[in-house]
Antibody, heavy 122, light 110 residues
Framework: QVQLQESGPGLVKPSETLSLTCDVS????????WSWIRKPPGKGLEWIGY???????KYNPSLTGRVTISEDTSRKRFSLHLSSMTVADSATYFC????????????????WGPGILVTVSS | FDLTQPPSVSVSPGQTASIRCSGQ??????VSWYQQKPGQSPVLLIY???RRPSGIPARFSGSNSGNTATLTISETQAMDEADYSC??????????????FGGGTRLTVL
């Protein structure tokens, strides 16, 4: 059973950078897409981005330029950095594992962390 | 790309609920479905259009064709009351782009 756990500040000031960490209970495999997803209050889920093998990353175009996802060398932790935070970035942030199977490269998110509520306020 | 879901669906206990997700040429993509209850993280219900992870009851099924993917919940129970979201990727394989989620559908079991 894979477990993921987010950690970081619950309150961020406008214009600051949010830094979140996701600890994974097993060593990261090259087969997975380690992802960040958020859910603003009253809205739907929004994919932020993923990090894959060899540090390959892909980000939501709406956040490009503000977002960076990185992986720890131990491959048991990956991080999210989101700069220039605004009130619109207030949300519950989830880390999740994207898995592929059957040779189909369209990951599905089979394990999620419990989520961390981040509020942007001065 | 945009995925559109109805904001809410209501169903009586024991009946069948259908939640639709629409997007341009969605039938050419692989769709996943997630269930989320208040205060909890999402749970994967369906992947690759119609596959169920272990532990997910057979009451949950999925289909995808044309511009619409459908999550079907048969013999709906009170415990199925939750938000349901569809998800798909732009591109696949070496051309994998970004992921999109539908806006979510609140299922009410009356």
């Amino acid at each position: 059973q894979v477990q993921l756990q987010e950690s970081g500040p619950g309150l961020v000031k406008p214009s600051e950078t949010l830094s979140l960490t996701c600890d994974v209970s097993t060593v990261s495999s090259i087969s997975y897409y380690w992802s960040w997803i958020r859910k603003p209050p009253g809205k739907g889920l929004e994919w932020i981005g993923y990090i894959y093998y060899s540090g390959t990353t892909k980000y939501n175009p709406s956040l490009t330029g503000r977002v960076t996802i990185s992986e720890d060398t131990s491959r048991k932790r990956f991080s999210l950095h989101l700069s220039s935070m605004t009130v619109a970035d207030s949300a519950t942030y989830f880390c999740a594992r994207g898995t592929t199977s059957g040779g189909i490269i369209a990951p599905y998110f089979d394990y999620w962390g419990p989520g961390i509520l981040v509020t942007v306020s001065s | 790309f945009d995925l559109t879901q109805p904001p809410s669906v209501s169903v009586s206990p024991g009946q069948t609920a259908s939640i639709r997700c629409s997007g341009q040429n969605l039938g050419n993509k692989y769709v996943s479905w997630y269930q989320q209850k208040p205060g909890q993280s999402p749970v994967l219900l369906i992947y690759q259009d119609n596959r169920r992870p272990s532990g997910i009851p057979a009451r949950f099924s999925g289909s995808n064709s044309g511009n619409t993917a459908t999550l079907t919940i048969s013999e709906t129970q009170a415990m199925d009351e939750a938000d349901y979201s569809c998800q798909a990727w732009d591109g696949s394989g070496a051309s994998l782009g970004g992921a999109s989620f539908g806006g979510g559908t609140r299922l009410t079991v009356l």
